[in-house]
């Protein structure tokens, strides 16, 4: 994985403090390998539905297991 700047390349918009050097882009190898990462897509499952944290299906999944929870604890807990 190649950047889109070179080293040194001042980084507009990143200081935001006054009165702070300017920050600059360091050589790849100086960065994590996981943030090469982050440019590829989503993970996606065979039917094309994203599979990770906050996503619609875990947000489905979380909802049915809830409402299974309720309903047991209704029909067990209320006699």
Known sequence: PISSCPAGTVLSGLNYLKGQPPVLAMP???Y????WDLTNPK???HEGEYLGPGS???KRRLRREN????RDKNKFGAR
Not at 32 to 35: D, K
């Open 56 to 58: 619609d299906a875990e």
């Open 28 to 30: 790849d190898e100086d």
């Open 43 to 45: 993970k996606k499952r």
């Open 32 to 35: 994590p390998a996981w943030l």
């Open 67 to 70: 409402r299974q929870l309720l």
